[in-house]
């Protein structure tokens, strides 16, 4: 069974950093795309982040140049390096991991908190 499992988020002042993690379990790791999603209340999940699986990076248009994607494929791990937080990022952050158009796992969320 595939597992995917998030850790890192944390309540957050805003300007500061936080990095997630999601490490994933029974599954050919370096043959998917990897990526972060986040779902706020209220708001439909949306893309923050992916990676390939030849490194090409995707963001969304709110966090291009604040976040970072990353991979290490020896670790299974992809990560997300935040910076800059804001009120608006204040979500659950959602790994995922894709293979073609047919396969799709999801972790089971961590939650980041940005507030003063």
């Given at each position: 069974?595939?597992?995917?499992?998030?850790?890192?988020?944390?309540?957050?002042?805003?300007?500061?950093?936080?990095?997630?993690?999601?490490?994933?379990?029974?599954?050919?790791?370096?043959?998917?795309?990897?990526?972060?999603?986040?779902?706020?209340?209220?708001?439909?999940?949306?893309?923050?982040?992916?990676?390939?699986s030849?490194?090409?990076?995707?963001?969304?248009?709110?966090?291009?140049g604040?976040?970072?994607?990353?991979?290490?494929?020896?670790?299974?791990?992809?990560?997300?390096?935040?910076?800059?937080?804001?009120?608006?990022?204040?979500?659950?952050?959602?790994?995922?991991?894709?293979?073609?158009?047919?396969?799709?796992?999801?972790?089971?969320?961590?939650?980041?908190?940005?507030?003063?």
């Open positions: 069974q595939v597992q995917l499992v998030e850790s890192g988020g944390d309540l957050v002042q805003p300007g500061g950093s936080l990095r997630l993690s999601c490490l994933a379990s029974r599954i050919a790791f370096s043959i998917y795309t990897m990526g972060w999603y986040r779902q706020a209340p209220g708001k439909q999940r949306e893309l923050v982040a992916s990676i390939s030849l490194g090409i990076t995707n963001y969304g248009d709110a966090v291009e604040r976040f970072t994607i990353s991979r290490n494929n020896a670790k299974n791990t992809v990560y997300l390096q935040m910076n800059d937080l804001k009120p608006e990022d204040t979500a659950v952050y959602y790994c995922n991991a894709k293979y073609a158009s047919t396969t799709s796992y999801w972790g089971q969320g961590s939650q980041v908190t940005v507030s003063s």
